[in-house]
């Protein structure tokens, strides 16, 4: 029929502070059309909008619910969520697990240690996280001792 159900339909648009690098001439950024018709969106239509906390002032424009998912200090839900994720991967990938055991005999406090680590230095970066422990994985980062100094 080419209509579109009204049931319930979710616009994502991912980087929205991409589009304002690429700002038109004249008329409206992406973020301003947004804002300005947003009002006329059906009820059943939902947006999802990511932007980079360094320029949260895109979305001040529009009265969307902010989550932060790059400050661990404002949420220690995001803490948790990476370090469950760092323990299913360990888990799920014993490979991870014995490389970093391999040459340490302390082995549950060297993996509370690098949870930690890896928290701490991810900043809510789930790529950060998932990358270190591919790099773990295939031996292209080598844990040496508990500092984890490269």
């Known amino acids: 029929t080419g209509k579109i159900p009204a049931s319930l339909c979710i616009i994502v648009l991912d980087g929205l502070c ?14 301003s059309f947004i804002a300005k018709h947003l009002n006329q969106f059906p009820s059943w239509l939902k947006i999802v909008c990511t932007v980079r906390s360094s320029m949260l ?37 014993p490979k991870i697990f014995s490389k970093i055991h391999n040459r340490n005999k302390m082995k549950k406090s060297l993996t509370t240690k690098l949870t930690s680590f890896l928290v701490s230095r991810a900043n809510g970066s789930f790529l950060y996280v998932k990358l270190v422990l591919d790099f773990i994985e295939r031996g292209s980062l080598v844990i040496k001792s508990g500092s984890f100094k490269v």
């Open 18 to 31: 991409e589009a304002e690098q690429h700002r038109p001439d004249c008329g409206d950024t992406l973020a």
């Open 57 to 93: 002032d895109i979305s001040r424009l529009m009265p969307f619910h902010n989550i932060c998912l790059d400050n661990t200090g404002a949420d220690e839900r995001l803490i948790k969520d990476l370090s469950d994720y760092i323990a299913s991967c360990m888990k799920a990938n």
